[in-house]
């Protein structure tokens, strides 16, 4: 970062986030987008006792520009020795003023968040486990809707035919995806009415109903036009019962999750399904499908603070072995 800085001709205190970031992220992957992270909050009683009732909701936002830079990524030794606390790193992000204008972030249309605080959590893509091709249209099909399929090489477009609602899905042989914990893709719609997103579903070794965990917002998502709604949820066992969420403009949508009777995140991935409800002529793009193993950046303390820019300190805490998750089942 300091070479960087000083190769741009900007003085270290006045440093330009937003040219920083769009330097780095073309040659390094320290700059990404990192998905925000609260979980809900739960009331107390008189006598400061959990009451079990959430009173503030889950916070789960995208696509918040940071520049990464780990100090001890995972640290194997205080692993082993049971130590909690496995990774260290200093993320730089926007200053406050920015963040609070950026979506869903933006006071206008969530004014539930303030700053973020200690032990929120940024959400960072380790790596991509298996990406659901959208370059072309081989492996897409329509369940029960009835939707003609184009690609542009990035995006696929579905095209409602005489139905106005069902499932359209993506079918591929047997994919290892047991080291993703997280899924997340890009939607949007056109057209002139609004189309809903009704729920998404991950197949794992079959296509049956006992073979998907699937994601349900019912009918009130709306697919936005003019913008790409970014989804990032929880994928795997651990985070079922919780349910999850979806923020659009700064307005949660609550998702519950439910798998079937066979569903077990140890099998193949067999097929990803979107189920929508929309009119004759409307069309839904998707792209960026990928489930992706994640690093949670806990915030631990504020470095600094100015016109330009926040640096937190972050620590990595102990998470899962894919190894053992295997062996133990």
């Known amino acids: 970062m300091p070479g960087l800085i000083g190769s741009q001709g900007v003085r270290p205190g006045a440093l330009n986030m937003n040219r920083v970031f769009r330097a780095l992220r073309y040659r390094t992957e320290q700059a990404q987008y990192v998905t925000y992270h609260r979980p809900p909050i739960y009331g107390k009683d ?27 990524t995972a640290d194997y030794q205080i692993e082993k020795a ?17 963040i609070k204008n950026m979506p869903n972030f933006d006071q206008d249309n969530n004014t539930d968040f303030n700053e973020i605080e200690g032990w929120d959590r940024l959400i960072v893509n380790n790596r991509t486990i298996y990406s ?74 079959g296509t049956t109903a006992n073979d998907k965990l699937t994601y349900t917002t019912g009918s009130t998502l709306t697919i936005p036009t003019g913008s790409w709604l970014t989804v990032d949820v929880p994928f795997g066992s651990g985070s079922i019962d919780d ?41 839904v793009m998707i792209r960026g499908i990928e489930y ?25 805490t102990k998470g899962r072995r894919d190894s053992l998750r295997r062996a133990y089942g």
């Open 243 to 283: 349910g999850t969420s979806i923020y659009k403009a700064g307005t949660r949508t609550a998702l519950t999750m439910a798998s079937g009777s066979a569903w077990n995140e140890e099998n193949p991935f067999e097929r990803f399904e979107l189920s929508v409800d929309g009119t004759k002529g409307n069309t």
């Open 132 to 205: 659901v091709p959208t370059s072309g249209t081989t492996g897409w099909a329509s369940g029960t809707a009835d939707m003609e399929f184009t690609s542009d090489g990035q995006t696929i477009t579905a095209t409602f035919g005489d139905d106005t609602n069902g499932t359209f899905h993506y079918s591929a042989s047997a994919q290892n995806v047991l080291e993703a914990d997280r899924l997340r893709f890009q939607i949007k719609g056109s057209g002139a009415s609004n189309i809903a997103l009704m729920n998404f579903s991950s197949y794992q070794s």
């Open 82 to 98: 049971g130590g909690n606390i496995i990774g260290a790193a200093r993320v730089y992000t926007p200053n406050l003023e920015t």
């Open 46 to 72: 008189n006598y400061g006792v959990s009451t079990g009732v959430v009173s503030g909701s889950e916070m789960l936002m995208p696509n918040l520009p940071a520049i990464i830079r780990p100090a001890v």
């Open 292 to 316: 992706y193993k994640s690093i949670s950046w806990h915030v631990h303390s504020l470095k600094d603070m100015t016109d330009g820019y926040i640096i937190f300190n972050c620590v990595r």
